[in-house]
């Protein structure tokens, strides 16, 4: 039996792209945003999905970070994809007939230098692929899409202008989740450990929650905060290390964090991807 995966994005948006390098020979499941993703693997409709977290050149997607320990799911894997932005329009559309780029705001964001350059406004949309629905919808040569060159194919629409992103190596990272979580062996090799927390309201709490990470050799390769919805008093943090829960130092630094920390919630660990 198929497994099913859930994206956010229609066919030929990037997370199609990496749903199908991930799991060849797969469903893939079409979905409006990253919630209503989620929103599937949590009641079984499918298997995984497979969520974007941040691109190399834009920065973090927003919102997942709030979604992830809303829905009770498990990180089981990470995925980085090489992301070339192709300039779309109808066909016999030259670059100088395009007044408007439809595209999400991270593409946008990603080629903002070629978009300036040449005059191009950035038109915000919910999804890469779907903006080249949009192009066919209005039938205007003056709009176009920045998607990927499957969305082109599937549309059939003209590539005006190849791989405009302004970072040659531009690349967006994948977590798959899962309703299980899987945590492989301690065999030697490379993991990360995701797990989310609130620290306390008292001075030098971070450096007190975090000190034991140090102490213990572990590398942070991330941290971020946000608020809690709805007040602006106590943070929350999205952290990464580089270990795995059997390891000694891991579960001394952990034992530090909870100490000075409130709701502390693991969310995975999984091989850490060569790309790294």
């Known amino acids: 039996m198929k497994l099913k995966i859930a994206y956010q994005?229609?066919?030929?948006?990037?997370?199609?792209?990496?749903?199908k390098n991930l799991y060849p020979e797969s469903v893939y499941v079409p979905c409006e945003t990253f919630e209503e993703a989620m929103n599937k693997v949590q009641n079984a409709e499918v298997d995984f999905a497979?969520?974007?977290?941040?691109?190399?050149?834009?920065?973090?997607?927003?919102?997942?970070?709030?979604?992830?320990p809303k829905t009770g799911l498990h990180i089981v894997g990470e995925y980085f994809l090489p992301v070339h932005h192709?300039?779309?329009?109808?066909k016999g559309t030259k670059l100088e007939d395009i007044k408007v780029a439809m595209s999400h705001p991270q593409a946008l964001a990603q080629?903002?230098?070629f978009l300036a350059k040449h005059g191009i406004f950035p038109e915000a949309r919910i999804d890469t692929a779907k903006s080249c629905e949009f192009v066919l919808e209005y039938q205007d040569k003056s709009k176009a899409a920045i998607a990927s060159e499957l969305a082109g194919e599937i549309y059939g629409l003209d590539v005006v202008a190849k791989n405009i992103e302004t970072m040659q190596n531009?690349?967006?990272?994948f977590l798959i989740m899962s309703r299980e979580a899987v945590v492989p062996e301690f065999d030697g090799e490379d993991f990360i450990t995701s797990f989310i927390f609130k620290a306390r309201n008292i001075p030098a709490a971070l450096y007190k929650a975090l000190g034991g990470f140090a102490t213990n050799g572990i590398n942070l390769t991330k941290i971020e905060s946000y608020l809690e919805q709805g007040t602006f008093v106590s943070a929350q943090f999205y952290v990464e290390v580089e270990a795995h829960p059997?390891?000694?130092g891991f579960k001394n630094a952990m034992e530090e964090l909870k100490f000075f920390s409130d709701n502390v919630h693991v969310l995975g660990t999984y091989y850490a991807a060569r790309e790294r």
């Open 9 to 19: 994005g229609v066919a030929g948006a990037y997370s199609n792209i990496a749903a």
């Open 50 to 68: 497979v969520i974007p977290v941040e691109n190399s050149t834009a920065g973090r997607v927003s919102d997942v970070h709030f979604l992830l």
């Open 86 to 90: 192709q300039l779309l329009a109808l």
């Open 111 to 113: 080629s903002a230098e």
């Open 170 to 173: 531009n690349t967006t990272r």
């Open 246 to 248: 059997e390891q000694k």
